[in-house]
């Protein structure tokens, strides 16, 4: 089986994703992930700031795609819930690549996977995310102050504008 088309998610999405509301949504997220950290035995050590516990990763892992693989993930917009098939997840992981670039000239940065106890540096993108700023001086004042960072590799914008330059996109 191949990953789903990005058609074929848009299509779940909007036409064939069960409908269901959010709040619904959001409770059975906490019921099965609460139900998957009992099940898995993941528990925090306040003591221990990034743990370095090879079988706590795994479980974590394990219980994350469990979660998504029975919750799936919720359209906001339509209001559905897209799910996927095991097999359909896994391919998609498969098909992830190593590197990707962002950006051109002397801003390009090349994003790569880090792996488990990495030394590389990692990427950083800088923005707000869930906020719905309208556009014009103070969107122009808040993303300069963050692009001029010099941590920052990327800028992420999210959710969309609902208009640039008072045109809606």
């Known amino acids: 089986m191949?990953?789903?088309?990005?058609?074929?998610?848009?299509?779940?999405?909007?036409?064939?994703?069960?409908?269901?509301?959010v709040r619904?949504?959001?409770?059975?997220?906490?019921?099965?992930?609460?139900?998957?950290?009992?099940?898995?035995?993941?528990?925090?050590?306040?003591?221990?700031?990034?743990?370095?516990?090879?079988?706590?990763?795994?479980?974590?892992?394990?219980?994350?795609l469990e979660l998504f693989n029975e919750i799936g993930m919720y359209c906001m917009d339509s209001k559905r819930v897209i799910k996927f098939e095991d097999s359909e997840v896994r391919e998609a992981l498969r098909e992830v690549q190593d590197e990707v670039e962002i950006g051109e000239g002397n801003e390009r940065r090349i994003v790569t996977r880090r792996g488990i106890a990495g030394?590389?540096?990692p990427v950083i993108v800088g923005g707000v995310i869930e906020?719905?700023?309208?556009?014009?001086?103070?969107?122009?004042?808040?993303?300069?102050?963050?692009?001029?960072e010099p941590l920052i590799d990327g800028l992420y914008?999210?959710?969309?504008?609902?208009?640039?330059?008072?045109?809606?996109?």
């Open 157 to 169: 914008v999210g959710p969309p504008v609902h208009t640039s330059e008072g045109v809606p996109p």
């Open 119 to 121: 030394v590389k540096p």
């Open 131 to 148: 906020s719905d700023i309208s556009e014009g001086e103070n969107f122009i004042k808040l993303y300069q102050s963050i692009a001029q």
């Open 24 to 64: 619904d949504f959001d409770m059975k997220i906490f019921k099965s992930a609460s139900r998957l950290v009992k099940e898995y035995d993941i528990k925090y050590d306040q003591e221990i700031y990034v743990p370095d516990d090879d079988s706590l990763a795994d479980d974590v892992w394990n219980a994350g």
């Open 2 to 21: 191949t990953a789903p088309s990005f058609w074929e998610v848009l299509d779940r999405a909007c036409n064939t994703g069960v409908p269901t509301n």
